[in-house]
């Protein structure tokens, strides 16, 4: 198995240590892992591509690249550019820095790089390990990430797979827990903190001027029963499954019925 790997907090983070390791047991000792990582920080960028610049990439190491780009940039970077020989079985996004669950999903470059690969039709997860007062303080954070391998297998081999115009790919979250604390995993939507929400705080420079900060809201905030961030705070591996449809499906009956005789 070939696998591509990639994240959104950059070519030296952590998380993407942790990943690199889980992609080489998953790939066994005849597989092949590429790491094509962003050059610099990238979180919050969601799906954004570089569309208007080109985008730098240099080898750091054999079959390791940082480009100068988002994540979803990365990902193409690794299908056209350096594997374009070979092209990918599987794409892993992460390990990310925080959680990747509720409304978070909509702003993460970890979820975007994801969301490229199966759009460009290849099998893809997206993995964040979630922090909290009982992991935060670890002298690995990622201790529950780590033991992941099991997930990612199970999904590789029992999980659902489709050929849609928009394919499912997966959203992992990883419990805010030491390890052995963890209970289990639980197949679950994506949630909402309800009241939560990102905004902006300014402050003034010592030159006197004014720059905007963004800040996101409480992240230990229960989402609905079902769902990912719930789920991690019960103690829970949540596995997400997802589409880049942004078709409100359950509202489309209603509205044709609505605007019959209306619409050209």
């Known amino acids: 198995m070939r696998i591509l790997i990639t994240n959104d907090d950059g070519i030296n983070a ?6 690199d390791a889980l992609a080489r047991d998953l790939a066994g000792p005849q597989g092949e892992v590429w790491t094509v990582a962003p050059a610099f920080e990238q979180s919050g960028v969601g799906h954004c591509i570089s569309y208007t610049h080109p985008t730098m990439i240099s080898e750091f190491g054999p079959r390791r ?11 193409m970077a690794g299908i056209y550019d350096v594997m374009k020989d070979s092209p990918p079985d599987l794409i892993l996004s992460g390990v990310n820095r925080g959680n990747n669950a509720a409304e978070n999903v909509l702003y993460s470059g970890t979820i975007g790089a994801a969301m ?10 997206a993995l964040s390990q979630f922090y909290g007062p009982r992991n935060v303080k ?15 297998r199970q999904l590789m081999d029992d999980a659902f797979w489709d050929n849609e115009d928009y394919p499912l790919f997966y959203n992992i979250n990883f419990p805010p827990i030491p390890a052995a604390d963890v209970k289990g995993m639980r197949l679950t939507r994506q949630g909402l903190r309800r009241g939560v929400h990102h905004k902006v705080e300014a ?6 001027r004014r720059f905007l900060w963004v800040r996101g809201g409480d992240q230990q905030v229960r ?8 789920a991690n705070l019960d103690d829970y591996v949540s596995v997400t499954p997802l589409r880049a449809d942004l078709t409100a499906h359950d509202a489309f009956d ?6 019959s005789g209306k619409l050209g």
């Open 14 to 19: 952590p998380g993407l240590v942790v990943l």
């Open 65 to 75: 690249f940082a480009a100068e780009g988002t994540p979803a940039d990365c990902v």
């Open 116 to 125: 490229e690969g199966a759009l460009q039709g290849v099998r893809s997860i």
């Open 138 to 152: 670890l002298d690995d954070p990622f201790e529950a990430a780590s033991a992941g391998g099991a997930v990612l």
């Open 203 to 208: 402050q003034v420079s010592p030159s006197g």
């Open 223 to 230: 989402t609905a029963d079902g769902t990912d961030a719930a």
């Open 254 to 259: 209603r509205l044709t019925a609505q605007l």
